[in-house]
């Protein structure tokens, strides 16, 4: 198993829309980095485990999701109407991928970006590197075991 770590702004899709979202479950679309695409399409797996984390004015990871489904085209390449549209993608080629994440445990504390820096054992972290920006991202296991450590000892 791996552990990801899924970035969205709180005024786009926060963990409040994902915990009302039906089965507590959503598609997670709009990915328009190639990085953070192949690690939907070619590595997660169903099952997988991931950080929902809130970009933006307060970011913290507030919850954990897991990957319910296989990778699969992202339907907003093809709406005009969306802002994801992609004139390049098309049905026999699609150039966009997602997964489904289902809302597991949401942190009785989110734990701050600045919070999280402070860690010594959090050292290294992807999310934690000067400039990181990718939406969704690989998580170690050491760094998996401290986050979960760190939210369940703060309740």
Known sequence: MSCWLFKSETNCFSVD?????????????????FQARNFMRD??????????????????????VEV??????????????????????????PWWYLVDVHLVQRFAHPLPLGFLRA???????????????LSVQPVGPAHYEAIM???KSLG
């Open 17 to 33: 829309d994902l915990a009302n979202s039906p089965g507590q479950t959503t598609m997670w679309d709009g990915v328009r980095n």
């Open 43 to 64: 590595a997660m797996r169903v099952g997988d485990l991931g950080f929902f984390y809130h970009s933006g004015k307060d970011p913290a990871i507030v919850a954990l």
């Open 68 to 93: 319910a489904s296989k990778a699969y085209p992202d339907p907003t390449q093809w709406d005009p109407e969306n802002d994801h549209f992609d004139p390049r993608s098309t049905a026999d080629n």
């Open 119 to 133: 860690q010594p054992e959090l050292e290294g972290m992807e999310l934690l590197r000067k400039g990181s920006r």
């Open 149 to 151: 450590a760190l939210a």
